[in-house]
């Protein structure tokens, strides 16, 4: 390992995002039996009180996977080979989704999308009206698309699929956005929820979750993709009773308790409210620059991460690099489609208003440093948000 360069590294990006110390200290906790009582005890509490993050009163099931692993997870677990799937596109992640769909064998349907403006209820309304045979299944809605920073509105596009009168499950993939804005899987009607532990649940990458509602548990009972490591029932009853059906990252565990008491305590509301803030101040400090937002339409800016157009002839990837070199600092690389053209400064997680306050600056020093033309005093518009 090279020597760390002096003071704290600023992490910048939307996921992994920073670890708590109370989190980290916990996972060098020594090992347990996760098969013995301490364990089993530990976990269903966290199952427990995870139900109130994701606003449900269904078991909360907990993989030993990345987040992508959840996506599968809700796939197979509810669908069969060469049923149809709904992705509107919103960006990189809506992409990857659709990718695992069609590699198990689902028959996708998409509709484009722009990479600036969050999923069209009326377009998925019209789709799934002229689906009279119902071969759609399933609608796969991502919540916050991460690479773009648009985070969409779920209960409007429930509405839609309800007043088309279409039964296709309704999965909804909140790996950016849950414990930054708000989400009921209940309330919203949501069939499956999809979620991850590195970004709002500031912990390390490698679990994740899937909450499934009355609906989508019935369409399991017939389901008949092969399900494998990521089969539910299992995971239903280890959310009960703590007991997995394989070894569970023990330490992963250790963190999740104190991750989960930490939002609860600081209370739900006041995370959104603060991630509200941060973002807000973000945008600021964007307009106050002169550059421009790649999220095209303000009432679906995220609260998670900003993705950020640079002007034409400036190369993304070239000024993060040297804000990475200067000042020690991750941003965020621009993916997919729009990847050199935007650089991505992620607001969610373990933050609080001098460290954003301390990214922000390090961005206008880069911007000044690359010789990318903007105006001077965005952060200045953002420190009169953040003192507000
Ligand atoms: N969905 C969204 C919205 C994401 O932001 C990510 C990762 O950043 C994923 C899915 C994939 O999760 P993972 O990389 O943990 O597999």
Redesign the pocket.
Known sequence: MPTPAPGRYFLQVP?PTIIPDRVAQAMAMPALDHRGPQFAALAAGISRDLKQIFKTIHPVMTFPA???GA?QAALVNTLSPGDGVLVPETGH?SHLWKTIAADLGLNVVEIPGDWRSGIDPAAVATVLASDTAHNIRAVLA?H???ATGVTSDIPALRAAMDEAGHPALLMV?T??SLCATDYRHDDWGVDVTIS?S?KGLMLP?GLSFNVASEKALEASASARLPRGYFKWEPMLAAAGNGLYPYTPPVTLFYGMREAVDLLLNEGLDNVFARHAKLAAATRAAVIGWDLEIQCADPARYSNAVTAIRLPEGHDADAFRALVLDKFDMSLAAGLGKVAGTVFRVGHLGYMNSLTLAGALAGVEMGLESAGIPHRKGGLLAALDILNA
């Open positions: 996921g990345s987040g992508t996506w992640f991502v916050n698309e991460t993939d790996i950016s991850g590195q990458p």
